[in-house]
């Protein structure tokens, strides 16, 4: 009994050390008291004694650490350690992490996350949106610009330059209005709301083009010529990054050009320049946004020096240049034709262009520094553009959707009551909530200065995902509403452009496979690029600092995620009360769990793991998906924690920590070492997975309040552009709603006089009017089931066009038969 008492003393010991993340010396001493404690007991021999303080004494002396454990391993670990080319190089070391090195950590700290400021609108922001904004989109047409023009009328793109959406975040200085990204995200998802191609030429200067580089990596002279210009749209600019032989492996672009001496002639002045230092550029790019109307092309293109005359190096690596696009020999102005979308996009191409060496974004000293320059502006356009439209998409299809629920009725029930529209409603209103807290969270990274690249990642793949799922689930409610293109069909455009937002800005089959994980596990984890850049450096000291610290961090988030999956983490103090703490401690415990397998991952697959590309998808599930809850928790924090929220919160965390669980198990049930993956199961799910999701209930809340006037809904569908306009098809939404509601009670009195034979009119308006005759219901009744009823014809009425499918029949709504 003594022996046994001694042992379960020990073991936990051992897990409560781990378990607080004792230091190393501190975990030493209780080890040994732990021992001697045995001897004492005659529950251990004394040789135990002898061979634990001198395993102590080897981890506890640096030098004789580093010479017996620490250094062997060195000498695999860079055998192991596959080599990362250039491109990686600059990937990793671009950009910021942020909150998810919390995430990664096993031990987040939601004080952190909290203490974060809430996004917010400055009063010209406000002003912004709400005017120029507001009137910008009631410019737009979405149907007459995909269908007829296709393109945005010249009035419109006059406003959008006069206004100044192209220098949104171009500084003052330079003409711009120096908005936050938070206020640029959210004038992109109102337009967005309204029409997806004018969004797409709105965002695309203040995200992706050269403005951002210009503003970060531009010499002075290129600063005060096209910054105004652009600020102005007296310039249109576009970026060249994607040929057709590389796509998803940017860093692989064909196009080329060589340093040399040459002439040219100015196309800005018409001046002649003779026997100039600069390179001369062949490239063949595709799929530019803008690039049909652009007059400043951005390009990229890897930069050769053979004659050495800018150095020593023969392969200078990526460069960035800005072209004028009518300079000789840039041929431009064929578009592609991308989806149901219409923003202008196209090819471009050029053989043997000369360029001086001034026309290099920053001059000569940034050549070569292409690669960088992108990775981290390109990091801060991808958690503002796509993100922004797909959180535009779950506000139109939780505002149409609800609405269109509530007023569309079979026999003789809103269709919203039925189950599977019940369970389809809560879905887009889960998702809806996910992506605006995901991105909001990633915004207030931005404007506090970071450049979360991990971060951009995950919004760039799981919030287009997360479009595409609204939007199918918006189309299967709406029906056939949805399959009959035309003006009054409000989904179909949006839903035939989501190809293009799961394509560019980085494939999403990619992003979810190689790059949220690779960055991340690298970036976020507190030890491996330490480890990394020791084996690189060669710096034995480092790389000892850093595994010692490793493995203990290994070994504290493999007690801590036993312990909190044997007790449901119960006992992990939450920073909130109420319905959502023990959504706070579902998140230490698989954040433990999460930092555990990933370390368990790279250790046991070690570099394979990189091209193992199923299980590092779902690691990156895991991040994302602990990402989005915790995004979910902070919107509700900021909001106030309205009560009205609670079930939109609710099933937006548990979704998100559901599909956690999931990618766990799909990592568990797939990893090659078939004893360990067994190991490894027992301690993160050590009595089962016990996460369920979301339950109906919660869904039923959800689906209830997008179907009526609610807090709820109007703060899931803030920032979306609404007419007030009863002609326009998502004009008449809300009122009609209303008008329905107001006359639910009236519909059923009348529904119930017919059924006993009171009413004997065989149409329905005959018996509305049979009523009003006997008394049934007064003129103000009969009135308001009218008006109800007209709008409901509005709401649910499709286009339909001459045989030439050229005209659209706007009275069709009139032509009433019954």
């Avoid at 079979?410 to 409603?425: K, N, W």
Wanted: with cysteine; charged share 20%.
């Amino acid at each position: 009994m003594t022996v046994l008492i001694c042992l379960v003393a020990i073991i936990a010991a051992i897990l409560l050390l781990a378990y607080v993340r004792a230091p190393l010396w501190l975990s030493s001493l209780a080890a040994l008291a732990a021992v001697g404690f045995g001897v004492y007991c005659r529950g251990a021999h004394i040789g135990w004694l002898v061979a634990v303080v001198l395993v102590l004494a080897a981890l506890n002396i640096k030098p004789l650490r580093r010479a017996l454990i620490t250094g062997p391993l060195f000498g695999i670990f860079k055998k192991i350690t596959p080599p990362m080319s250039q491109t990686e190089q600059e990937a990793v070391d671009a950009g910021t992490v942020w909150w998810d090195r919390d995430l990664f950590s096993g031990k987040p700290d939601f004080s952190k996350l909290h203490n974060y400021p809430a996004p917010k609108l400055s009063a010209e922001e406000e002003a912004f949106l709400n005017g120029p904004t507001e009137q910008l989109c009631a410019m737009l047409d979405d149907w007459k610009i995909t269908t007829e023009t296709k393109d945005l009328p010249p009035e419109v793109w006059q406003f959008i330059k006069d206004q100044g959406f192209l220098g949104m975040i171009i500084k003052r200085e330079y003409g711009g209005k120096a908005f936050s990204n938070y206020a640029h995200a959210r004038v992109v998802t109102k337009i967005a709301t309204r029409s997806g191609s004018a969004a797409v030429t709105v965002m695309v200067p203040n995200s992706l083009g050269p403005g951002e580089l210009l503003q970060h990596y531009g010499t002075e002279a290129q600063k005060n010529y096209y910054l105004p210009r652009l600020a102005k749209g007296v310039d249109i600019p576009c970026f060249a990054l994607t040929s057709p032989e590389a796509g998803s492996d940017a860093g692989g672009i064909p196009d080329f050009g060589v340093v040399t001496r040459g002439s040219y002639t100015d196309p800005l002045t018409g001046e002649q320049h003779d026997d100039v230092l600069g390179i001369r550029l062949s490239w063949e790019k595709r799929y530019i946004t803008l690039g049909p109307v652009a007059t400043v092309l951005g390009m990229a293109f890897k930069l050769y020096d053979p004659e050495h005359l800018i150095g020593q190096k023969d392969d200078i690596g990526i460069t960035c240049a800005l072209i004028p696009t009518n300079h000789q020999g840039v041929n431009i102005g064929r578009r592609h034709y991308p989806g149901s979308a219409v923003f202008m996009n196209g090819p471009n191409w050029g053989k043997d262009v000369f360029i001086p060496l001034d026309w290099v974004i920053g001059g000569a000293s940034y050549v070569g520094q292409g690669w960088r320059m992108l990775v981290e502006c390109l990091s801060v356009g991808r958690c503002i553009s796509l993100p922004a439209m797909s959180v535009a998409s779950g506000k139109v299809a939780a505002y149409t959707t609800g609405a269109y629920a509530r007023i569309r009725n079979q026999f003789g029930l809103a269709i919203g009551r039925f189950e599977g529209v019940d369970e389809a409603l809560a879905r887009i209103g889960g998702h809806a909530y996910q992506m605006d807290a995901a991105q909001r969270l990633a915004l207030t990274a931005l404007d506090m200065g970071e450049k979360p690249s991990v971060l951009s990642g995950i919004l760039k793949y799981h919030n287009t995902e997360r479009m595409r799922k609204v939007l199918n689930d918006a189309m299967d409610v709406h029906a056939g509403k949805a399959v009959c293109v035309g003006p009054r069909n409000y989904l179909a455009s949006g839903y035939g452009a989501i190809p293009v937002a799961i394509t560019v800005e980085g494939a999403n089959i990619l992003t979810r496979s190689m790059i949220i994980y690779g960055q991340g596990a690298i970036r976020c984890h507190p030890f491996v690029l330490k480890e990394m850049r020791s084996a690189m450096s060669n710096d034995a000291v480092a790389f000892d600092e850093a595994v010692i610290g490793h493995i203990g961090f290994t070994i504290s988030n493999k007690a801590r995620a036993f312990v909190m999956g044997a007790t449901g983490a119960r006992f992990v103090r939450s920073p909130k009360s109420g319905p959502t703490a023990q959504n706070y401690r579902d998140i230490v415990r698989l954040s433990a769990a999460f930092a555990f397998l990933s370390d368990m991952g790279m250790a046991t697959l070690g570099g394979s793991l990189k091209f193992r590309e199923k299980l590092s998808a779902r690691l990156g599930d895991m991040l994302s998906g602990l990402y989005i809850a915790t995004a979910a928790l902070k919107k509700f924090h900021d909001d106030g924690e309205p009560k009205e929220d609670r079930p939109l919160v609710r099933w937006a965390v548990e979704s998100a920590l559901y599909d956690v669980q999931e990618a766990m198990n799909g990592f568990l049930n797939n990893h090659p070492n078939r004893f360990l993956a067994w190991g490894m199961r027992r301690v993160v799910f050590p009595f089962g997975m016990s996460l369920k999701g979301p339950a109906d209930r919660v869904g039923t809340r959800i689906a209830r309040s997008l179907m009526e006037p609610s807090a709820s809904r109007a703060r899931l569908t803030e920032f979306m552009y609404v007419p007030k306009d009863e002609n326009d098809a998502v004009g008449v939404l809300e009122p009609a709603m209303i008008a329905v509601i107001e006359t639910e009670g009236l519909e059923s009195k009348l529904r119930r006089a017919q059924r006993d034979g009171q009413l004997k009119a065989i149409t329905a308006r005959g018996r509305l009017e049979e009523a009003r005759a006997k008394g049934f219901i007064t003129e103000a009744e009969f009135a308001s089931v009218e008006r109800a009823r007209r709008l409901k014809r509005e709401v649910i009425m499709v286009d339909d066009f001459d045989i030439e499918l050229k005209h659209a029949d706007p009275e069709a709504v009139r032509r009433v038969v019954f």
